[in-house]
């Protein structure tokens, strides 16, 4: 009866602030779909123009090659920082000391506003008196220009995002390392495996949930990537580095046709659900066979003989 009695209890303090954060959250998508549907403009009136906006987005190629240009960032940024993250939560993973020291060295990047890691890339970037030109040229490899040319512009992007992030999934896969069970990889290794059957056969499959969780916070997070492009590149040479928000900033906020934004916000928030959509179903289905697996496994008999047979047949 007590427990019963506190869990209303912690319900009853939490519903306040989550009834507040559901109706902001559904008051503003509410509003944003309204105004989809409209002609808004900044200190003018809302008239209804049905679907006119989605018809222009869906026919404007710039909006769909910056959709492309994010699509191109998350896939890059998200599957580097996937593989880096597992390498060096793997060998984090192996250390007997240190272990502290390195967490909080790896929370640095985050901890520093994307601004200023904008405007610090942005000075290493400079194709005139950055220090990653003149290393480049004192190997004998000559300038980049990381900024001013296309291809190398939405690279810098993703190396930037690469550079600032991989710290966040390797933190997530470490905290996924320690919480692995010892008997199956000490069982396997006692029966001879290699590291590497142990990683992929082991590891890397009860890791799945915890990749899960770094895959789709990742790449939802680097689809709304803004100020990074702002500061750097600014979407340029032209708009061959800009991302999907910024240029719906550009049409919402400079341009004052809130309307036609809004219709964008919708559209990238269906692309959103989509994708994270196909992530999961694809971590439900990996764990579904990955359970019947274990099922089978648990049903072989792995005797070699009965003992009391063999007694009897004595």
């Avoid at 880096?84 to 192996?94: D, P, T």
């Avoid at 003149?134 to 690469?162: A, E, P, R």
């Avoid at 439900?284 to 648990?298: E, F, G, I, P």
């Amino acid at each position: 009866m007590r427990k019963k009695g506190s869990d209303s209890i912690k319900h009853i303090l939490v519903a306040p602030t989550l009834l507040f954060f559901v109706g902001i959250t559904i008051f503003l998508l509410l509003f944003n779909v309204i105004m989809s549907f409209s002609n808004m403009q900044l200190g003018g009136a809302i008239k209804f123009v049905g679907l006119d906006n989605y018809i222009s987005t869906s026919t404007n190629k710039i909006f769909w090659k910056t959709i492309y240009n994010t699509i191109r960032i998350v896939i890059i940024s998200v599957g580097a920082e996937y593989v880096l993250g597992m390498i060096l939560a793997y060998n984090i993973s192996k250390l007997m000391h240190g272990k502290k020291i390195i967490r909080v060295l790896m929370l640095l990047p985050m901890l520093m506003a994307p601004v200023v890691i904008a405007f610090m890339w942005k000075q290493i970037f400079n194709e005139s008196y950055g220090p990653l030109n003149y290393f480049l040229n004192l190997l004998g490899l000559g300038g980049i220009k990381w900024i001013s040319m296309s291809g190398y512009s939405i690279f810098s992007i993703i190396l930037v995002d690469i550079w600032e992030w991989t710290p966040f999934v390797t933190l997530i896969l470490l905290a996924g390392f320690q919480s692995l069970p010892k008997e199956p990889l000490e069982s396997a290794r006692v029966d001879g495996a290699s590291e590497w059957h142990i990683f992929w056969d082991h590891i890397f499959k009860m890791l799945l949930p915890a990749s899960g969780i770094a895959i789709t916070l990742r790449a939802i997070e680097t689809f709304k990537i803004f100020d990074t492009v702002y500061i750097i590149t600014a979407g340029g040479p032209g708009v061959s580095s800009m991302s999907a928000s910024m240029y719906t900033y550009q049409i919402g906020l400079r341009n004052f046709n809130l309307g036609k934004a809004a219709a964008m916000c919708i559209i990238m928030l269906i692309i959103v659900m989509f994708v994270f959509n196909l992530i999961t179903k694809f971590l439900v289905k990996r764990k579904q066979r990955l359970a019947q697996s274990h099922v089978a496994l648990d049903n072989i008999d792995f005797t070699l003989y009965d003992e009391e047979e063999e007694e009897e047949a004595l």
